[in-house]
């Protein structure tokens, strides 16, 4: 017996439904739209500031910074995209829903990170191969400005979006975040490596171009790799899994848990279980008992969307 309920039956039915969980789509999307507000008005600003200041300080480290943060503005135009279809409902085309478009929508985003940070990793890297390091130019006092003004900033937006994108449970805006948090790792680099070529290495202006695209492709792989195993319905982390395992083994008249599932299906995951009761039971009380688990998963367990119950006998 299979039990086969889905949400939208029980929304219909009247029950299992709090006023919270209709609101919560409507609400991610306005809180996605201030965070991408926030965070383009304030790459805007700073891709201008860095930019003038790189080309007016001659520093080829805060030129790349400036370009790391025009990509910034690009990327949460991207995040922004992938969160609004993502909270689409299931129609016709798609009967599963619209979430793993969120992950494309960081495979993306990875890409061009790691684009971004290997266009920057190779200026740096021909200006350190082609030696003459005397003829290089020294960098002026407000690319330093600059690279301070950068850390502070960038830093406050990976603590803002990184809360934002953990209210919305959104894989998109936490790396976006993240993105966010290598723009001022980078900024630092530009400020080692600015301060050593002033005083007297001007090398060090490129070798900081070098480790700010090693920042950028480290976290370019690990928002790869994330929204990759949210695509391919890699399963719940153990303690995830143990933790619904307990709520159904504590469900009454549950007497065993003969196979228990689950997946990941973009931010939301999918549970199939089998469990197993009194072989005896009238037919309607145990499909009372799965409805119970069904119910009780789906309205405890907030990223749950779907569960799969399947009835066996249990003999003594």
């Given at each position: 017996?299979?039990?086969?309920?889905?949400?939208?039956e029980e929304k219909?039915?009247?029950?299992g439904?709090?006023l919270?969980e209709?609101?919560k789509?409507d609400?991610d999307s306005?809180l996605?739209e201030?965070?991408s507000?926030?965070s383009?008005?304030?790459?805007v600003f700073l891709?201008a500031f860095?930019?003038f200041?790189?080309v007016?300080?001659?520093?080829?480290?805060?030129v790349?910074?400036?370009?790391h943060s025009?990509?910034?503005?690009?990327?949460?135009v991207?995040a922004l995209?992938?969160?609004?279809?993502?909270?689409?409902g299931?129609?016709?085309?798609?009967?599963?829903?619209h979430?793993?478009?969120?992950c494309?929508?960081s495979?993306?985003l990875?890409?061009l990170l790691?684009?971004t940070?290997l266009?920057i990793g190779m200026?740096?890297?021909?200006?350190i191969?082609a030696?003459?390091?005397e003829e290089?130019t020294?960098?002026?006092?407000?690319p330093?400005?600059a690279a301070?003004?950068?850390?502070i900033?960038?830093?406050?937006?990976?603590?803002?979006?990184?809360?934002?994108?953990k209210k919305m449970?959104?894989?998109?805006?936490?790396a976006?975040?993240?993105?966010?948090r290598?723009?001022a790792?980078s900024?630092?680099?530009?400020?080692i490596?600015?301060?050593?070529?002033?005083?007297?290495f001007p090398?060090?202006d490129s070798?900081?171009?070098?480790?700010?695209?090693?920042?950028?492709l480290?976290?370019?792989?690990?928002i790869?790799?994330?929204?990759?195993?949210?695509l391919?319905?890699?399963a719940?982390?153990?303690?995830y899994t143990q933790q619904?395992?307990?709520?159904?083994?504590?469900?009454?008249g549950v007497?065993?848990?003969?196979?228990?599932?689950?997946?990941?299906?973009?931010?939301?995951?999918y549970v199939?279980v089998?469990?197993?009761?009194?072989?005896?039971m009238e037919?309607?009380d145990a499909h009372?008992i799965?409805?119970?688990v069904?119910s009780?998963?789906?309205?405890?367990?907030?990223n749950?969307k779907?569960?799969m119950?399947?009835?066996?006998?249990?003999e003594?």
């Amino acid at each position: 017996m299979k039990n086969s309920v889905t949400k939208r039956e029980e929304k219909e039915a009247g029950f299992g439904v709090s006023l919270n969980e209709e609101k919560k789509p409507d609400a991610d999307s306005h809180l996605a739209e201030r965070v991408s507000a926030v965070s383009i008005a304030g790459n805007v600003f700073l891709s201008a500031f860095k930019l003038f200041a790189g080309v007016l300080g001659h520093s080829s480290a805060m030129v790349s910074d400036a370009i790391h943060s025009l990509s910034d503005v690009i990327t949460t135009v991207i995040a922004l995209v992938g969160v609004k279809i993502s909270k689409k409902g299931a129609d016709a085309g798609h009967p599963y829903g619209h979430e793993r478009f969120e992950c494309i929508s960081s495979e993306i985003l990875a890409a061009l990170l790691f684009v971004t940070g290997l266009g920057i990793g190779m200026t740096g890297m021909r200006t350190i191969l082609a030696g003459n390091y005397e003829e290089l130019t020294v960098p002026g006092i407000l690319p330093l400005v600059a690279a301070v003004v950068s850390i502070i900033s960038k830093e406050w937006m990976f603590h803002y979006t990184r809360a934002c994108a953990k209210k919305m449970n959104s894989s998109a805006f936490m790396a976006d975040a993240w993105h966010h948090r290598s723009d001022a790792l980078s900024s630092i680099g530009s400020l080692i490596g600015i301060a050593g070529a002033r005083a007297g290495f001007p090398v060090l202006d490129s070798v900081a171009a070098v480790v700010i695209c090693l920042f950028i492709l480290k976290v370019a792989v690990d928002i790869f790799r994330d929204a990759t195993r949210k695509l391919t319905d890699t399963a719940c982390d153990e303690e995830y899994t143990q933790q619904v395992r307990e709520f159904i083994e504590g469900q009454k008249g549950v007497r065993r848990i003969d196979l228990l599932q689950t997946r990941m299906f973009g931010e939301k995951v999918y549970v199939d279980v089998e469990i197993a009761v009194d072989a005896h039971m009238e037919l309607e009380d145990a499909h009372e008992i799965a409805e119970r688990v069904h119910s009780g998963l789906e309205n405890t367990f907030d990223n749950i969307k779907h569960v799969m119950v399947h009835v066996n006998p249990y003999e003594e």
